[in-house]
């Protein structure tokens, strides 16, 4: 568990929202902050890194049989771009698949 998580634990806190739906003060002062903050591109690559593990997880376990039910769930229902063909073919073309996983998704 993070430190800022196990802190709002610690602190009794159960939602960042009061009831006005405005963020909670005290909720807010625990979030805050950090040493090194994340540029955008940080973000973004360690949420392709970690759908890349979650398919391969998918695809090991049998929850899926192959990356492209992953791809056309992708298109289908969560608005990924057609022309683009399905997440995988992206992960495996930015070498994102194989820094991940060892391996890229469509051989």
């Not at 739906?21 to 973000?43: F, K, T």
Request: glycine letters at 10%; one cysteine or more.
């Amino acid at each position: 568990m993070s430190p800022k998580l196990r802190a709002l634990v610690e602190a009794g806190k159960t939602a960042v929202y009061g009831p006005d739906s405005e963020v909670d003060e005290s909720v807010a002062a625990i979030l805050a902050g950090g040493d090194r903050p994340s540029s955008a591109e940080q973000v973004r690559e360690r949420a392709l890194e970690a759908l890349a593990e979650e398919i391969r997880l998918m695809l090991d376990e049998g929850v899926v049989s192959a990356p492209e039910d992953i791809d056309l769930c992708m298109i289908l229902g969560a608005g990924w771009p057609f022309h683009l063909g399905g997440i995988t073919p992206y992960l495996d073309h930015t070498g994102i698949a194989e820094k991940v996983t060892g391996t890229r998704f469509r051989l």
